[in-house]
């Protein structure tokens, strides 16, 4: 899965990210046990990450009976059935999330919306210092397909990610597209016995990019202990707190 240069990149380095714990949910619109393509690109992602100590974790979001809504857990409003809160705690512990989604009609899975729907149902919540809960978390993108869009697809998901309150590194998506229309997905086998998209140093290039980033950013904010709190913290903004209330966490 991983080339020279990327097997060199492990060796070489030299910083402990072995307490960070990461996330990769695929939005394929396929069912378990079908392959997915975006399954495929997700491994040179994650095979860079649990060389280098990460902890890793993926899911299959068709996995899971997710309720259309915006909050928690659609069961209190309405939902005869919502996975999501078996899913949360998944996300809650990461540091790093990354969401992997198809392209289809040049825009992000239906299920990689629902995805970003269920994150932003969490908007509400807060950390320890009153930050938005995502705050202190990295989030990165990896696109598939047969049509043009990756740049595309990242723009959306990446503000999304970001809006709710993850931090989103330099060059934190990547993606192959094969030949427009009908034919060869990432990673099948083609007629000469290669894999589709693994000779694409683009693509390789890129993923590898996007998930040293990830670790990087991830571990600068794991040590700084997250992002600072001073002018970022909604606790100012509770109703009845004054800007010159006498606490000197916020002067």
Not at 166 to 187: L, N
């Amino acid at each position: 899965m991983l080339d020279a240069t990327q097997e060199r990149l492990c060796d070489e380095n030299t910083t402990d990210f072995g307490d960070l714990k990461a996330l990769f949910i695929n939005c394929t619109l396929k069912y378990s046990p079908e392959p997915s393509h975006t399954d495929t690109l997700m491994d040179m992602a994650e095979a860079i990450m649990t060389r280098n100590g990460v902890s890793v974790e993926r899911i299959r979001a068709t996995d899971y009976d997710l309720a259309y809504g915006v909050y928690p857990d659609m069961t209190e409003h309405g939902a005869k059935r919502d996975d999501w809160p078996q899913v949360w705690p998944k996300v809650e512990a990461a540091d790093i999330v990354v969401l992997g989604t198809p392209i289809w009609l040049g825009e992000k899975s239906s299920v990689c919306q629902l995805i970003i729907e269920k994150l932003y149902a969490h908007s509400g919540q807060t950390n320890a210092k009153g930050q938005y809960i995502f705050y202190g978390k990295v989030g990165g993108c990896l696109v598939t397909g047969n049509e043009d869009g990756i740049k595309h697809v990242a723009m959306g998901t990446l503000y999304a990610m970001q809006h709710v309150g993850f931090t989103i590194p330099p060059q934190a998506d990547a993606g192959w597209i094969g030949e427009a229309g009908p034919g060869a997905s990432y990673g099948d086998e083609l007629d000469d016995g290669t894999r589709a998209g693994f000779d694409n140093d683009f693509t390789r290039r890129n993923t590898t990019f996007m998930t040293w980033n990830l670790m990087h950013y991830a571990r600068m904010l794991k040590d700084a202990g997250g992002v600072p709190a001073h002018g970022n913290s909604r606790e100012l903004w509770n109703e009845g707190c004054r800007f010159d209330a006498p606490n000197p966490e916020y002067r």
